[in-house]
């Protein structure tokens, strides 16, 4: 029997079609990035519940099946808890800004430092 899918598999000649494309990717990537940094600046916010949860699963890399059983809960209640987390660290930023307030002196940071290198430069002989 897997033979014969095998073989109809490898017949095919279409090219294979991908749901997700390249960008979708890059986008949870810096989304996961973007929480991570978030939950640097929020984590004494949250709850330990969440605080173990959220680190089990995006720090540790654990399944939800291996965070439900540290925690004596089902899947269902880690996966709820992971996303009110995240959602709760988004609130956060909104409400308060102080990510985006980095940001900003960081690129401000920068700026000044182009600006002082582009003065040393003058200004030797």
Known sequence: ??????????????????????????????NRVRL???YDLYSPLLTERQRDAYEMRYFSDLSLA???ASLGVSRQAVHILTNRTAGRLCALEEALGLGAKILAMEERIGSLEEELEAVKRCSKP
Do not use: H, Q, W
């Open 66 to 68: 291996e965070i439900a």
């Open 1 to 30: 029997m897997f033979g014969v899918c095998k073989i109809k598999i490898l017949d095919n000649k279409k090219a294979p079609v991908y749901t997700r494309s390249a960008s979708s990717g890059d986008d949870a990537l810096k």
């Open 36 to 38: 991570n940094d978030l």
